[in-house]
């Protein structure tokens, strides 16, 4: 009978076990932290801070087409501007495009995570990019925004930011920017002059009559410090504004980059324009022969170029009297 009371090795190690179970049981009971709640709408936000970008001051697109870097003139940096477009080229940017880029990317919905490390930065096309969109708000904080790989099968696309340390991936853009060029981004007109944002114009003619129009306590003084008639004042402004580009020229063989870069050595104009936000020179000449393999319609035009002088605006030789401004016609 004894023997038949005496539990077996088995028995004994199975309810040694069952115990075991219960007290691990019992002390997670006790001592588990309690799970906080997910919160699945804010794990799937919007995670670029659009509310960061109400202020620019530039604003830099790498795609497919090139390097666009566009700089805002509004002195309080509002969204609208009026933007310049200082590379490639120098044009004023249309109206409604930052407006519109903000807007896109404040409805980026995001359907999944993937972590920041190289196997999957390369996976999704991260390091070499098919969008880079880069940001300098008014506080001068950078704010760096990659698309990637935009997967045709399920229409996703790669997202990363360089404040965040994971790849999101998101529905497309509703502006398809990575395909984007220069003729979506800019008018036909040359300058984006905000008349507010001006502290002073400066005009340099060949001939060495320089011109100078300063701004104090909002009223407009030549070099001398004769008020001027500011209706006049703003009127020029205008005019300036309404210069229009028949034509853009870049990527230019070494033939006619010699030509262009020969004819403004000594520019017809110099013309600067002061802000607060630093100085922008153009160079203004007459390009009277033509350029050798290019027929732009035209044996006279004039020549635009800012100080890189790798790309060139045309605009009508008649133009070019805009820029013999002397102030006494401004009194």
């Known amino acids: 009978m004894k023997a038949l009371l005496r539990p077996t090795l088995s028995t004994t190690l199975v309810i040694s076990f069952t115990l075991i179970l219960i007290f691990l049981g019992l002390f997670a009971e006790v001592f588990e932290s309690e799970t906080p709640e997910v ?18 001051k530039v604003f830099k697109m790498t795609n497919k087409q090139g390097t666009f870097v566009l700089e805002n003139t509004h002195p309080n940096y509002n969204l609208e501007g009026p933007w310049q477009m200082t590379e490639p080229q120098s044009l004023k940017v249309k109206g409604n495009v930052i407006p519109k ?20 930065i390369t996976s999704f096309s991260l390091d070499n990019p098919n969008l880079t969109l880069q940001f300098t708000n008014e506080k001068n904080k950078n704010i760096e925004i990659k698309l990637g790989l935009i997967n045709p099968i399920d229409n996703s696309a790669y997202l990363s930011l360089n404040s965040q340390n994971q790849i999101f991936q998101i529905d497309p853009l509703e502006m398809a920017l990575e395909t984007y060029d220069i003729s979506q981004l800019v008018e036909s007109r040359v300058l984006a002059l905000n008349a507010e944002s001006l502290l002073a114009l400066e005009i340099y003619p060949s001939s060495g009559q320089e011109t100078k129009l ?21 009127k020029f402004f205008e005019r300036l504004e309404d210069l229009k580009s028949f034509s853009i ?27 607060a936000q630093g100085v922008r020179s153009y160079f203004i000449t007459e390009i009277k022969n033509g350029l050798p393999g290019i027929s732009v319609g035209k044996n006279q035009f004039l020549a635009l170029t800012t100080d890189d002088k790798k790309s060139f605006v045309l605009l009508e030789s008649d133009q070019l009297k805009i820029f013999a401004l002397k102030t006494s016609e401004l009194k």
């Open 39 to 56: 919160d699945l709408a804010q794990i799937y936000a919007n995670p670029i801070p659009v509310n960061e970008l109400q202020h620019l």
């Open 101 to 120: 880029i903000l807007e896109s990317l404040n409805v980026v919905r995001v359907r999944n995570f993937h972590r920041l490390e190289p196997i999957n």
């Open 214 to 234: 300063l701004k104090k306590d909002q009223t407009w003084f030549d070099q001398n410090g004769n008020e001027l008639n500011q209706q006049k004042v703003i």
């Open 249 to 275: 020229l870049s990527s230019l063989t070494s033939e006619q980059q010699k030509v262009m870069e020969t004819s403004l050595a000594t520019p017809d104009f110099t013309m600067k324009l002061i802000t």
